[in-house]
């Protein structure tokens, strides 16, 4: 790809810039703030991605390690509707990066600037779809923290939120003892302030977005982040330039009270476009209740930056859910059950027959779809071959390894990965899609090596799915020092 070629918010690489990042070759450079910094990437499929790196001396804190590590597993659960797709992370790598769906868009941040505030329609509809990302995003147990107007990106397919969920350093927005503040204040909620945020802290920064959005100002004044955060904490908000319904679901969205504040599943049934729905209920009430994942899973893509994005963000769920209905957290945070809800949903409307209509032609195609399904043979991996792309390198070289997988000619996904010697835990886990009659399949490895030197290195490559199966290859590397 040519500089001419790489999209309007890509610059060149920088002199020091890394060419290659895992799996994926790095084309350009989008953009850097307090956790890395954010390259344009491209996978062998010539997908673009962006990659956020973080920074070596966060990677070299052992908790940060642990937390990233956590909450990219969470990460990779947000659905993909209404944000940027996780597509894979390495917390193992030196130093870890996160790999997510690269997005060429303006920010709302940069379309107001340029254009004014949003009116009408695209007004709606912005607060329909951050709405719907909160919904996303918390049901995979992790928490925003960073709703911003550079956080939103308004595609062609709509607006879409990003940088959710990964790791944000501990204190890294508050306000300290001699109440001196820490961060940007202007989009967060009065408990994110005081270190204790929580799901309805992203609802009181989508209540910020909106006033943004509708005005192209923000609904606390102040000069300096000290004055910001005091407004925040203390006065009220300027909702001048908001009427009608959007007004009012603003105005509950930006209670000092986290427990007044709506749910995101709330904020849509205000909004007008979701029928009624169970939200959390505070301690002791019955009624639905958040999902959450569980605190460990292994590491991978089991649903895998940002384009000009960020990756900061905590999770809420730090293990499994006591009994009662509380959701387990850490000490610093809020939990979802102590914030939601005080809001109180409209009586339901008369029930239609639709629904049931609905309901029983998907259970016929479920029916025929196993029916059909029965008589297929399953996927099968019979052999595993793995082979570099020459059997010694030289200095500043990045090697292709080639796995082969042989099937049974069955449809299905593979899972696998790839282990390599000079780290200690195994890479992402990655999927290879076979059709029906391919009995081949081709999976690739780039490693970039450089530095003076003679060793010998091995990567492994590990099939997990349908079958479990493994195969190595060896190869030599050698740099004289000048």
């Given amino acids: 790809m040519n500089p001419e070629e790489l999209p309007g918010r890509a610059r060149w690489p920088r002199p020091g810039d890394p060419r290659w990042i895992g799996a994926y070759e790095v084309l350009g450079f989008l953009g850097e703030g307090g956790m890395g910094s954010?390259?344009?990437?491209r996978g062998r499929d010539g997908t673009l991605v962006a990659i956020k790196v973080v920074r070596p001396e966060l990677a070299d804190e052992p908790s940060f390690r642990a937390r990233f590590r956590r909450e990219t597993v969470s990460a990779m659960g947000v659905p993909r509707y209404s944000t940027a797709e996780v597509l894979a992370a390495d917390p193992d790598a030196d130093p870890p990066y996160l790999v997510t769906e690269f997005i060429d868009a303006?920010?709302?941040?940069?379309?107001?600037?340029?254009?004014?505030?949003?009116?009408?329609a695209e007004l709606d509809q912005l607060a329909v779809a951050m709405a719907t990302a909160l919904v996303g995003?918390?049901?995979?147990?992790?928490?925003?923290?960073?709703?911003?107007?550079?956080?939103?990106?308004?595609?062609?397919?709509?607006?879409?939120?990003?940088?959710?969920?990964?790791?944000?350093?501990?204190?890294?927005t508050r306000i300290t003892a001699d109440d001196q503040v820490l961060g940007t204040p202007a989009y967060m909620a009065p408990e994110q302030l005081r270190g204790r945020p929580g799901p309805a802290s992203d609802v009181f920064a989508w209540g910020c977005v909106m006033v943004f959005a509708a005005t192209g100002r923000r609904p606390f004044g102040g000069t300096t982040a000290a004055e910001i955060a005091r407004a925040v904490l203390?006065?009220?908000?300027?909702?001048?330039?908001?009427?009608?319904?959007?007004?009012g679901v603003v105005a509950a969205a930006l209670s000092k009270d986290p427990k007044a504040r709506p749910a995101p599943a709330a904020l849509l049934e205000m909004l007008g476009v979701a029928a009624p729905v169970p939200l959390i209920p505070a301690p002791g009430r019955p009624g639905g209740e958040m999902p959450a994942r569980a605190a460990e899973q292994p590491a991978g893509r089991d649903a895998g930056g940002t384009g000009g994005q960020n990756i900061e963000g905590t999770r809420t769920d730090q293990g499994p859910r006591p009994p009662g209905g509380r959701m387990a957290t850490r000490s610093d945070e809020t939990s979802a059950g102590d914030i939601w809800p005080t809001w109180t949903p409209p009586k339901p409307r008369k029930r239609r027959r639709w629904p049931a209509v609905a309901a029983t032609v998907l259970l016929l195609c479920g029916v025929l779809a196993v029916l059909?399904?029965?008589?297929?043979?399953?996927l099968e991996v019979t052999a595993v071959s793995?082979?570099?792309d020459k059997a010694r390198h030289g200095c500043g070289t990045t090697v292709d390894l080639t796995g082969t997988l042989t099937t049974n000619g069955a449809s299905g996904e593979i899972e696998?990965?790839?282990?390599?010697?000079?780290?200690?835990?195994?890479?992402?886990?990655?999927?290879?899609n076979v059709k029906s009659g391919e009995k081949t399949a081709m999976v690739h490895l780039l490693w970039r090596i450089s530095g003076p030197g003679k060793r010998q290195f091995t990567a492994t490559l590990m099939i997990l799915n349908p079958s479990a199966a493994r195969e190595s290859a060896t190869f030599t590397y050698n740099c004289k020092s000048r």
Avoid at 38 to 41: W, Y
Avoid at 140 to 163: C, E, F, Q, T, W
Avoid at 234 to 247: A, F, I, Q, V, Y
Avoid at 372 to 378: D, M
């Fill in 38 to 41: 954010v390259f344009l990437g």
């Fill in 137 to 172: 995003i918390h049901a995979a147990g992790i928490v925003h923290r960073d709703l911003k107007p550079g956080n939103v990106l308004l595609s062609r397919m709509g607006p879409r939120v990003i940088d959710f969920g990964i790791a944000k350093p501990a204190g890294a």
């Fill in 386 to 388: 793995v082979r570099p």
């Fill in 234 to 247: 203390h006065g009220e908000p300027d909702l001048t330039g908001l009427s009608g319904r959007l007004r």
């Fill in 106 to 120: 303006p920010t709302l941040k940069e379309t107001v600037a340029a254009s004014g505030p949003l009116r009408g």
């Fill in 372 to 378: 059909y399904l029965r008589g297929r043979p399953a």
């Fill in 416 to 432: 696998y990965q790839w282990k390599r010697s000079d780290q200690k835990a195994p890479g992402p886990r990655l999927t290879e």
